[in-house]
């Protein structure tokens, strides 16, 4: 059972859709991390969160500690969001990754 | 500041070959994290760094890896001998202090034939 798991694995979006990305946990947490990795390779640390909400620009992440969940929003998709979204935890000194979700936004 | 740098982008080496890969974090960074991706097994953490100490590495895969960071400026990540399923995307990141948002390298490129 992998500790992360993130929902859906692919996503494909019209351009301007609003957009919805899960993530839960099963272990306690001190820190929950959202990466944007781009179709070159490179990866972008989005946000990091312990609780509540954090937005930047188009994107907002929310945290859940009690039901140990998080979701990445973006809004008024657009092409250059096309990327893969990987969502990390950090336990004490261990860190669990998930599998990434896969985000394809069409003109 | 430049960023997280890495060395060298692209590595292609054979199989038994010794293979370094390097990183510059970003300075005044405290903890320098190294990483791999497959796409079997997605991003794993291989090992990190605080104030230059190893904190955990329990993600290293064997004793063929080891890694070091002499001082705040640098780090290595070294493969002896490699081998075919060791080809991967390695990363190395670093943050302002544990727990802080992390900035990632361009990564590079392992192949071994």
């Known amino acids: 059972k992998n500790e992360v798991e993130q929902s859906p694995q692919n996503l494909t979006a019209q351009e301007g859709e609003f957009i919805t990305i899960n993530c839960s946990y099963s272990?306690?947490?001190?820190?929950l991390h959202w990466l944007q990795q781009h179709p070159g390779g490179g990866i972008v640390s989005l946000f990091m969160?312990?609780?509540g909400k954090k937005k930047h620009g188009r994107l907002i992440a929310t945290i859940n500690i009690q039901e140990k969940h998080s979701s990445l929003h973006i809004t008024a998709s657009h092409p250059r969001d096309s990327a893969v979204y990987i969502c990390?935890?950090?336990?004490?000194?261990?860190?669990?990754f998930g599998t990434g979700t896969s985000l394809t936004v069409i003109p | 500041d430049a960023g997280v740098i890495q060395s060298p982008r692209h590595e292609v080496t054979e199989m038994g070959q010794e293979v370094t890969l390097r990183c510059k974090p970003i300075?005044?960074?405290?903890?320098l994290f190294w990483y791999r991706q497959t796409m079997m097994r997605g991003l794993e953490l291989l090992i990190y760094?605080?104030?230059?100490?190893?904190?955990?590495d329990s993600g290293m895969p064997e004793d063929r890896f080891s890694a070091k960071m002499p001082n705040a400026s640098f780090s290595t990540l070294k493969i002896q001998p490699s081998e075919p399923r060791d080809s991967a995307v390695y990363f190395c990141?670093?943050?302002?202090?544990?727990?802080?948002?992390?900035?990632f390298g361009q990564g590079t490129r392992l192949t071994v034939v």
């Open positions: 969160l312990s609780s």
């Open positions: 760094f605080n104030n230059n100490v190893p904190i955990d």
């Open positions: 272990v306690g947490i001190s820190a």
């Open positions: 990141a670093s943050s302002l202090e544990l727990g802080a948002e992390a900035f």
């Open positions: 300075s005044g960074h405290n903890s």
């Open positions: 990390a935890v950090r336990t004490g000194n261990q860190f669990y």
